[in-house]
């Protein structure tokens, strides 16, 4: 049974720095596709990265140069560092996994997804 698993998330202050981690379990191997995205109240789904099995990563322009995605490929665990945050990062923030990817964008074409980890950054 596939299962994602966040954690991490928590309250900041603006500038201050995050890291998320994502625990995959019931995979044979990696999936192709392995990302992050999240949803503010209120507000639609966003992307934020996607980390692809081949190493390269899109990035939502509203992060780019402020989080970054990594992996380790060992535990199939993915990560996203998250510096310089602000207020507007505020939202839950979910990894995703799926044998596809939305070219040219920061979306696993997802067939798997965790429960969410919560990140408030207050300014």
């Known amino acids: 049974q596939v299962q994602l698993v966040e954690s991490g998330g928590g309250s900041v202050q603006s500038g201050g720095s995050l890291r998320l981690s994502c625990a995959a379990s019931?995979?044979?191997?990696?999936?192709?596709?392995m990302g992050w995205f999240r949803q503010a109240p209120g507000k639609e789904r966003e992307g934020v990265a996607a980390?692809?099995?081949?190493?390269?990563?899109t990035y939502a322009d509203s992060v780019k140069g402020r989080f970054t995605i990594s992996q380790d490929n060992a535990k199939i665990t993915l990560y996203l560092h998250m510096n310089s945050l602000k207020a507007e990062d505020t939202a839950m923030y979910y990894c995703?996994?799926?044998?596809?990817?939305?070219?040219?964008?920061?979306?696993?074409?997802?067939?798997?997804w965790g429960q969410g980890t919560q990140v408030t950054v207050s300014s």
């Open positions: 995703a996994a799926g044998p596809g990817w939305l070219t040219g964008t920061p979306e696993c074409n997802s067939a798997h």
């Open positions: 019931g995979y044979t191997f990696r999936p192709f596709c």
């Open positions: 980390l692809l099995r081949d190493g390269s990563s």
